[in-house]
């Protein structure tokens, strides 16, 4: 079956770093778009950036120039490079594909926890 799991989310200071990382399994994982999408408490989940099969990527606006989205295909792994973090960048962080098995099914991971220090 599907399994996505997270990893790589701590506390942090104000202007440092972190790796998230997203382990797939279950699926063709090199043939479909990833992304990541984050929550931070009392408000909606968001979406933080995505990454094509081919290897085109997007933002959000918060996080571009800031973050940055990859994947390694022969690992069934996709990375989210996080600098300058602040501490509005508190959030569960998820990782998400979307697969056609008769419909299109969204698939979540549990999330990773990334808590900013001002």
């Known amino acids: 079956q599907v399994r996505l799991v997270e990893s790589g989310g701590r506390l942090v200071q104000f202007g440092g770093s972190l790796r998230l990382s997203c382990a797939a399994s279950g699926f063709a994982f090199s043939s479909y778009q990833m992304n990541w999408y984050r929550q931070a408490p009392g408000k909606q989940r968001e979406f933080v950036a995505f990454i094509t099969e081919t290897g085109d990527t997007k933002y959000a606006d918060s996080v571009k120039g800031r973050f940055t989205i990859s994947r390694d295909n022969a690992k069934n792994s996709m990375y989210l490079q996080m600098n300058s973090l602040k501490p509005e960048d508190t959030a569960v962080y998820y990782c998400?594909?979307?697969?056609?098995?008769?419909?299109?099914?969204?698939?979540w991971g549990q999330g990773t926890q990334v808590t900013v220090s001002s």
């Open positions: 998400k594909t979307q697969i056609y098995i008769g419909s299109l099914l969204d698939y």
